[in-house]
């Protein structure tokens, strides 16, 4: 499971994201669009779920895009090409439904942009017309605006500051595109206000609406029940039953409350390892 490349794709903003290409020929074979897989990046690290953004089955390597956020992700941003990870298990959770279903929106936002880029490419590759949306605070944390490009028939850029195409959201023109053609799907992947917009927005068109959702995981094999969603009032596991559910169905209230849990205790982790690194410094210096 060693790096093969790590690549800085944008830190502006107090935002880090970061691109790490990884050895897993069985993962390579097998990853399907929509799937992911759960990494640790040494014995002690916390296991974290990220999406298989690419894949070469020849070179047997995965690419993941991860936002370094917390102390863990962080801890995985720290590792250059040339170090190995602690833990690498996949893919998981069920792969995206590619058919062709003819007219279909995608809607990416922030870090769930990487998500979409495979779904898309395989869309598009079976003839469904490809229309995505992708949004991010601003320009310079926008990522995979080429490769999306490439395989979609319509796209669109917003950007919260209004630094580059068009100021606004990624729900603004979801509603204007609904308006005014027919669609048969729309699949959405990013921040949950923002996915929880788009299901509010294509319910009102009865556009059938695919969201997959980005619980929290701890053990992502469905042992720890820690990633429970309820959808249809039914309870749910995002890790084994999902990560992709009908949005419409999604009891969005309780998600945004169950993602929260832990907002507090990683704010107080990420202050005790910037004391620690100061007092480091201070002591080398």
Known sequence: MKIIEKKTLSD????KLTQIEVASPNIAKKAQPGQFIVLMAT???????????KKNKEAGTITI???????????????NAGDSLYALTGPLGHATEIKNFGRVILVGGGVGIAEIYPVAKSL?????????????????????????????DDFFITTDDGSYERKGFTTDVLKELLSKDKYNVV????PIPMMERVSYVSKEFN?????????????GTGMCGCCRVTV???????????????????DWDELKKRNSVYTDKEKHICKLEEATKNAKNSKDS
């Not at 502006?12 to 935002?15: A, E, H, K, L």
């Not at 895009?65 to 590792?79: D, N, P, R, V």
């Open 65 to 79: 895009i991860l936002q370094e956020a917390g102390f863990s992700t962080k801890l995985i941003g720290s590792l």
């Open 187 to 190: 699949y959405a992947v990013g």
């Open 12 to 15: 502006v903003s107090g935002i």
């Open 232 to 250: 249809d009032g039914k309870t749910k596991f995002a890790c084994i039953d999902g990560p992709e559910f009908d949005a419409h169905l999604v």
């Open 207 to 219: 556009v059938h609406t695919l969201a997959s959702l980005n619980a929290l995981m701890v053990d």
């Open 43 to 53: 014995e002690k690290g916390e296991r974290i779920p990220l999406t298989v953004v």
């Open 124 to 152: 598009k590759e079976i003839g469904n017309h490809v229309t995505t949306i992708i949004g991010a605070r601003t320009k310079e944390v926008l990522i995979l605006e080429e490769e999306l490009k490439s395989t979609s």
